[in-house]
């Protein structure tokens, strides 16, 4: 009978016989060695048995051995027990765990789907396991399972390490793809907030190596939409300029193909990190009036566009019941009333997120002209009774429309009308993200961040009407930490 082990050492360490630093949930010696940590839980020992099949049709239980058998040994034919299989093959539970349990898991779930099946597949399967892991075995206190997300991780990152040596562009910007199932490990584990995580630096240096001809391939061009979102999310987090909005970025990659509406309306976004920066400094402000300006005329041109071809796409579903009752002397809580009594219906999940991500926009340009003209946006905006009025006119016409609910360009004088159109397409641009087979684009927090603080802090709502609100979605759970970065004000 042996006795407890009392060094409080890892497993693996015992096994080499080496000092152990202690660390949790991996200890730091084994992640430094290459080794997987075996934790600091005592190991129950068992003897692993198989079905074994006779000649004669009957059946009986043999040892499997943990060392491999010599080539002298008779092979068996073994069916392995229930236990066994379920432990082989744990990512069948942990897999559907992250996707109904993650708040952000139906928006990345489209992409996660694509990276695993094509490109850097193998790579990419064993990430998205590491994410699904780690995420339920910190959910649910699991130090095993967080060890293995740990470990796969681990995988990952020294396979990456190794493809980074490779001089064949192609190949390098495929691994983009791993980049950005690293960076949503890195969400997914708490790792990080909104901030940059730090596989952002390698994409970056990465499309800077490969220049934008690379991604005139069609199947890289899929790729490179969801990077231009993940660094204008980056950017718009720093308040920096993103190199992607340079001309060549912009028109290269689509040399031979036509833009999509998603592309137009992103070509317009990417140019906000820059031109917030500008804002910022109080030298240049004057001169981005007409830069701000510009990019609004810009986006309701494609606004415009976008109504002429998808106007008969999106409907108005009302919910049965009236969870509050509008005062109907005062618009704000009219729209609170009106986001919480309906949400928007689209065809598909690309049309929903057109929406979100043009509303979102449209909030920031508002932010940054305010700035611009000396205004703090992080003042809430001031509506005078005619202003109030035609809010409510508004929110009416749209709710009276059983087709084409939205509002249409240049109607949307006041944040708090985008915010509460861009809140009611969240429910079925979620819910689309949950069921679409594959999605061109990654979808990062910048569009609900941005939309989350005008709710917050510019619509002036009592503490019940927010909690009315933020329950609707899980994206809220965690919010002021998620979307810190998205708060503007004026310096």
């Not at 317009?268 to 981005?288: F, N, Q, S």
């Amino acid at each position: 009978m042996g006795r407890l082990p009392l060094s409080g050492y890892c497993q693996t360490c015992r096994k080499r016989r080496v000092k152990c630093d202690k660390g949790r949930p991996n200890c730091g010696r084994c992640i430094s060695s290459g080794h997987t940590c075996g934790g600091y839980d005592l190991p129950l020992r068992m003897n692993v048995l198989g079905v074994h099949a006779e000649h004669d049709g009957t059946q009986r239980l043999v040892k499997i051995p943990t060392l491999e058998p010599s080539t002298s040994r008779a092979r068996l034919a073994l069916v392995p027990s229930p236990k066994l299989e379920l432990r082989l093959h744990g990512n069948q539970q942990t897999s559907p765990y992250f996707f109904s349990h993650y708040s952000w898991a139906p928006m990345w779930r489209p992409h996660i789907l694509s990276v695993t099946t094509s490109g850097c597949s193998e790579v990419n399967t064993i990430c998205f396991h590491a994410i699904s892991y780690a995420y339920m075995g910190a959910s649910r206190g699991d130090c095993a399972l967080r060890a293995k997300g740990g470990m796969l991780y681990g995988q990952v990152l020294r396979k990456v390490q190794s493809l980074l040596h490779e001089r064949a562009k192609p190949r390098l910007a495929e691994l983009c793809s791993t980049l950005i199932l690293m960076d949503m490990y890195e969400y997914a584990t708490h790792r990080v907030a909104g901030a940059a995580p730090p596989h952002h630096v390698g994409i970056s240096n990465i499309l800077r190596y490969c220049g934008p001809e690379i991604f005139r391939d069609e199947k890289l061009l899929v790729l490179y939409r969801s990077c231009r979102v993940l660094l204008i999310c980056q950017m718009i987090w720093q308040q920096k300029h993103c190199f992607l909005a340079d001309e060549p970025w912009k028109t290269v990659p689509w040399q031979y193909v036509s833009k999509t509406f998603e592309d137009r309306l992103i070509d317009i976004l990417v140019e906000l990190p820059g031109t917030a920066e500008a804002v910022m400094d109080t030298r240049k402000r004057a001169a981005c009036v007409d830069k701000i300006q510009g990019l609004s005329f810009a986006l309701q041109a494609w606004r415009w566009d976008w109504h002429r071809v998808h106007s008969g796409s999106v409907r108005m579903n009302r919910h049965t019941g009236n969870p509050m009752e509008p005062n109907k002397h005062d618009s704000l809580p009219f729209l609170v009333g009106m986001m919480l009594r309906a949400n928007l219906e689209f065809d598909t999940a690309r049309l929903a997120l057109d929406i979100l991500y043009y509303n979102a926009t449209l909030i920031y340009l508002m932010q940054l002209q305010a700035i611009a003209r000396g205004q703090p946006p992080e003042h809430p905006e001031h509506l005078s009774p005619e202003d109030e009025r035609y809010v409510r006119l508004q929110g009416a016409a749209v709710m009276a429309h059983g087709a084409n609910p939205l509002i249409l360009p240049g109607m949307a004088k006041f944040r708090c009308q985008a915010a509460a159109e861009a809140f009611m397409t969240l429910s079925c641009a979620t819910r689309l993200l949950g069921t679409t087979p594959t999605s061109e684009t990654v979808v990062t927090p910048m569009a609900v961040g941005i939309v989350y603080w005008v709710l917050r802090d510019q619509m002036q709502l009592d503490e019940d009407c927010l909690g009315s609100l933020f329950s609707k979605h899980p994206f809220f759970d965690d919010p002021q930490r998620v979307f810190e970065g998205f708060y503007i004000r004026s310096n």
